[in-house]
């Protein structure tokens, strides 16, 4: 067991007082459900309340033959209970909190009343208020605003702050997908869903950078209080940066099966918005339809094209080239669909650009794309 009174400089991190303190009400009408379940690794101990942070939270909890193996938990001596809290929340000595230990002991002041009355006082002395509000870091608000906040942007780019490194508790609990423990952080800091992390990352830019779909769901169906959904998908991603948006963080995850799930989830959102194509497009940058352009099948360009975006309205010629240079690395019969959508002789170079995609189909060993030119005289 660790004893953390025997660390106190620990929690000594800025000042507490403007913190609410870290409670866990007995209400189960809060917590949303979360269809992901948690992995807490196999130590043996607990092996009913490892099934109930999986399950939770769900309506029938309280009938669950798990749940009512918990229910005599509150008889234990307060050390025997705390010993083992302990173990669970702090394992292998880990003062650094993570996210599956957080929902269990989250699911577990959901039990009942009495098993509430024993955690709270726990989750009062080892999650101490200034200790949480340490963990999440500075959660900024994201003052994002139709044309930008050009004379606030910062130097250097967005990629100077990767997207994938995660520092803080929230974003550990938005990697693992659980809109449980989101929701109760965003009402813990007094926050909505349109705010940034402590490096100004958008909410659901990391969401749709981790593939967390019930985080997203979530988010679409709170709308924010401040800024609509169409300032949170195309405005900036990162608060310092003007680009690149959530949808072009999207078209960079190189993944089509998140590809397909994010655009279930936005379809309706964006057809109820009615955001005008020409918004839309300019949520892509050139290198974000490189990207796009190197995995996305015919069937999701047409699908696209229905929410709007359409590689036709690509004007700018060199956004144009990226798009055929991203091509080239994707199948024949995606490049089918783009001889038609965008109309351009790939085999030509401009001043800027002067490796054809062509040249970069031969130089890939893309023997089927080298084909495919000369099938349609392109060669």
């Given at each position: 067991?660790?004893?953390?009174?025997?660390d106190?400089d620990y929690?000594?991190?800025g000042?507490?007082d403007e913190?609410?303190?870290v409670l866990?009400?007995?209400?189960?009408s809060l917590?949303?459900s979360?269809?992901?379940?948690?992995s807490?690794s196999?130590?043996?101990?607990w092996k009913?309340?490892?099934?109930?942070?999986s399950?939770?939270?769900l309506?029938?909890m309280?009938?669950?033959?798990?749940?009512?193996?918990l229910?005599?938990?509150?008889?234990?001596?307060p050390?025997?209970?705390?010993?083992?809290?302990?173990e669970?929340?702090?394992?292998?000595?880990?003062?650094t909190?993570?996210?599956?230990p957080?929902?269990?002991?989250?699911?577990?002041?959901?039990?009942?009343?009495?098993?509430?009355e024993?955690?709270?006082?726990?989750v009062?002395?080892?999650?101490?208020r200034?200790?949480?509000?340490?963990?999440l870091?500075d959660?900024?608000?994201?003052?994002?605003?139709?044309?930008?906040?050009?004379?606030?942007?910062?130097?250097?780019?967005?990629s100077?702050f990767?997207?994938?490194v995660?520092?803080?508790?929230l974003?550990?609990?938005i990697?693992s997908?659980?809109?449980a423990c989101?929701?109760?952080?965003?009402?813990?800091c007094?926050?909505?869903?349109?705010?940034?992390?402590?490096?100004?990352?958008s909410?659901?830019?990391l969401?749709?950078?981790f593939g967390?779909a019930?985080?997203?769901r979530?988010?679409l169906?709170?709308p924010s209080?401040s800024?609509?959904l169409?300032a949170?998908?195309?405005?900036p991603?990162n608060?310092?940066?003007?680009s690149?948006?959530?949808?072009?963080i999207?078209?960079?995850?190189?993944?089509?099966?998140?590809l397909d799930?994010?655009?279930?989830?936005i379809?309706?959102?964006?057809a109820?918005?009615?955001?005008?194509?020409?918004v839309?497009?300019?949520a892509f940058?050139?290198?974000?339809l490189?990207?796009?352009?190197?995995y996305?099948?015919?069937?999701?360009?047409?699908r696209?094209?229905?929410?709007?975006?359409?590689?036709?309205r690509v004007?700018?010629?060199m956004?144009?080239?990226?798009?055929w240079?991203?091509?080239?690395?994707?199948?024949v019969?995606?490049?089918d669909?783009?001889?038609v959508?965008?109309?351009?002789?790939?085999?030509?170079?401009?001043?800027?650009q002067t490796?054809t995609?062509?040249?970069a189909a031969?130089?890939?060993d893309r023997?089927?794309?080298?084909?495919w030119?000369?099938?349609h005289?392109l060669?």
């Amino acid at each position: 067991m660790m004893d953390l009174s025997k660390d106190p400089d620990y929690f000594k991190y800025g000042p507490t007082d403007e913190y609410k303190p870290v409670l866990f009400p007995m209400d189960l009408s809060l917590w949303p459900s979360s269809t992901k379940s948690s992995s807490t690794s196999e130590t043996g101990l607990w092996k009913s309340l490892q099934v109930l942070s999986s399950s939770w939270p769900l309506s029938s909890m309280s009938s669950s033959s798990e749940t009512k193996r918990l229910n005599g938990l509150h008889v234990l001596p307060p050390e025997v209970f705390w010993n083992m809290l302990d173990e669970c929340l702090f394992q292998s000595g880990n003062i650094t909190l993570q996210h599956e230990p957080f929902h269990l002991l989250l699911a577990l002041s959901q039990v009942d009343y009495q098993i509430n009355e024993r955690v709270q006082p726990y989750v009062t002395r080892r999650l101490p208020r200034h200790f949480l509000r340490r963990e999440l870091g500075d959660i900024e608000v994201f003052p994002w605003a139709e044309g930008g906040n050009g004379q606030q942007w910062y130097p250097g780019e967005a990629s100077d702050f990767p997207i994938e490194v995660v520092e803080d508790f929230l974003g550990r609990v938005i990697r693992s997908d659980c809109p449980a423990c989101f929701a109760y952080i965003l009402n813990y800091c007094g926050v909505d869903v349109s705010h940034c992390n402590h490096i100004g990352w958008s909410f659901i830019a990391l969401a749709i950078a981790f593939g967390s779909a019930n985080i997203i769901r979530y988010i679409l169906s709170h709308p924010s209080a401040s800024h609509p959904l169409t300032a949170q998908l195309f405005g900036p991603a990162n608060i310092n940066f003007p680009s690149p948006t959530p949808l072009g963080i999207l078209a960079r995850c190189r993944n089509v099966d998140r590809l397909d799930e994010v655009s279930n989830l936005i379809e309706r959102p964006m057809a109820k918005a009615n955001v005008p194509s020409s918004v839309i497009v300019a949520a892509f940058n050139a290198d974000d339809l490189y990207w796009l352009c190197t995995y996305i099948a015919p069937h999701q360009a047409r699908r696209l094209k229905k929410l709007g975006f359409c590689f036709s309205r690509v004007t700018d010629r060199m956004a144009q080239w990226y798009i055929w240079h991203g091509a080239v690395k994707n199948s024949v019969e995606f490049l089918d669909y783009l001889r038609v959508t965008c109309p351009l002789d790939p085999t030509q170079s401009t001043p800027e650009q002067t490796h054809t995609p062509l040249r970069a189909a031969i130089a890939g060993d893309r023997v089927d794309v080298v084909h495919w030119f000369a099938k349609h005289d392109l060669s």
